[in-house]
């Protein structure tokens, strides 16, 4: 049984607009949540994270929302630029991280 | 800028074959990890070791062998490889284990016909 989803496979967003991109979980013991960032061919490379005693943590472009009674996280992208287009993975912290499935984001032209 | 380097890249074997997985990190890390992912699920950990000369189970860890004899260098083993092991394999570390993001290397993508 899945503990972290997401949803959606793949989500096409316009350059310049907002790429939101959703996690659901089912343990409310998770307390520590990532997001990733993966290219093709390559490794995931940490994008950006936050803890349970947080509702949200920014950095540049990049936002993620956390609301605990829902057992949901959302990642913003804006604006959505070309070099966004890749998979992106939600992962939970328990003794070990537990990995959504991923969303592959398209941004276009 | 090495970070974290896989060896190899590719590999085809055949079922029965027996073959090693090399991982080397050059930032220090305490902790490293093996990960395996398969088409429509996120990655799943197979062991994981937290220190040199320590190994420990992941959440799939059967059919598989660790070994971390040097802080920098962790390998993993197939003894005896089953098409259900056909997967892309990633290697990872962090400088300690809690809530610090690991660092990945470029993947092992191995078939075993």
């Known amino acids: 049984d899945q503990q972290v989803k997401q949803n959606s496979p793949s989500l096409s967003v316009q350059e310049g607009r907002i790429s939101i991109l959703n996690c659901d979980y089912t343990?409310?013991?998770?307390?520590?949540f990532l997001w990733y960032k993966k290219y093709p061919a390559e490794g995931p490379t940490f994008l950006i994270s936050i803890s349970s005693i947080k509702d949200k943590n920014e950095d540049g472009r990049f936002t993620v929302f956390l609301n605990k009674s829902a057992k949901h996280l959302s990642l913003h992208i804006v604006p959505s630029q070309p070099g966004d287009s890749a998979v992106y993975f939600c992962a939970a912290q328990d003794y070990q991280l537990i990995w959504g499935a991923g969303t592959k984001l398209i941004i276009k032209p | 800028n090495a970070g974290v380097t896989q060896t190899p890249k590719f590999r085809v074997l055949k079922t029965g074959q027996s073959m090693t997985l090399l991982c080397a990190q050059d930032m220090n890390h305490e902790y490293m990890y093996w990960y395996r992912q398969d088409p429509g699920m996120g990655l799943r950990l197979i062991h994981y070791?937290?220190?040199?000369?320590?190994?420990a189970k992941g959440e799939v860890p059967d059919g598989y062998n660790v070994s971390r004899l040097k802080k920098q260098n962790f390998l993993l083993g197939l003894e005896s490889a089953a098409p259900s092991q056909t997967s892309v394999y990633f290697c990872a570390s962090s400088l300690q284990g809690g809530n610090q993001p690991q660092h990945f290397g470029d993947g092992t993508r191995l078939s075993i016909l």
């Open positions: 343990n409310s013991m998770f307390d520590y």
């Open positions: 070791s937290v220190g040199e000369g320590t190994t």
